[in-house]
């Protein structure tokens, strides 16, 4: 089987095979719900797409069949797409369809991203609010709770009862959820989460809630130092650290359908060739990148 790099994006279409796609220097897979497909089969048997069609299956239809009853219905009845999409979403029990579909594809992507993690990689997870970021980053900590893994939230935006009421309409396994360590300090900050990780066993997963406000207080270092000092510390201790990151307001889907590390927002500067890995959010797309 070949192995994956670079590129990943799990786009669901209305194609009825898996098919790999060249694009630049990267390569894509498309992975489709098709039963008898080779591609399908090698995913049953432990690639890192192997439960998408599970997940796309509790929905009335594929992802691919809801967008197109969606494009169906705003030619019909004169309404933008956007519209359309989020009408389809609330008849699937979702309030708009940037949650449908960052619900249905995070814990499959999450799934991915942890089988590409090296010990003492920093991710971005980036996208626009509403996109699926968040989700991303607690599933991926779900995962890596599940692979008894050593999985800790540092969050400064939200509180510790709304952060578990999301893990419960994620968790699939049941007390998985309870293993995961959940810290809303308002002192979160590169030092605190340093002193916090250390002693952490290699492979231990921490994802930081979010990028741009780490130095929100003016008694905390620069944001520059503290990724800086972040980077150091999980190159040493081989804990992988993940960001959660606001994307730029400047970003326009109708110019690119996904964002990408010259979008990431910074009110302050930083160096983002300190991160080793970057995955982009957008409309229930994602690709997850290396950047070193």
Known sequence: MQRITGLVNLTSTGS?????????????????PSSNHPFERRMRRGCA???????????????????????????????????????????EGFARWSLLSSQVGAATLS?????????????????RPGHGKTTLG??????????NRK????????????????????????LVGGRLEIVTSDE???DYIIRHLSGSKRGTVAVIDYLQILD????????????????????????????????????????????DIRDIRLPNLVELGLFTKACFLHSGEAQLQDLA
């Open 216 to 259: 929100q207080q003016r008694s905390k270092p620069v944001l520059s130092e503290q990724v800086l000092a972040l980077r150091n510390f999980a190159r040493e201790s081989g804990v992988v650290l993940g960001f959660i990151s606001q994307i730029d307001r400047s970003f326009n889907p109708e110019s690119k359908r996904l964002p």
């Open 111 to 127: 799934k991915t991203i942890l089988s590409r993690l090296d010990d003492g990689d920093l991710l971005l997870l980036a996208g």
């Open 16 to 32: 009825t095979r898996a098919s790999p796609l060249l694009l630049g220097k990267y390569r894509t897979y498309r992975a489709i």
């Open 188 to 190: 979160i900050s590169a």
């Open 151 to 174: 999985a800790v939230f540092f969050t400064l935006e939200s509180t510790e009862e709304q952060v578990r009421k999301h893990i419960q309409s994620l968790e699939k396994e049941p």
């Open 49 to 91: 797409f192997g439960s998408e069609w599970r997940v796309l299956m509790k929905l009335s239809a594929p992802i691919f069949q809801l967008k197109r009853r969606a494009k169906l219905m705003a030619r019909t009845n004169n309404v933008p797409l956007h519209k359309a999409l989020d009408q389809v979403a609330h008849e």
């Open 138 to 147: 607690l599933q991926l900590l779900l995962n890596s709770a599940s692979d």
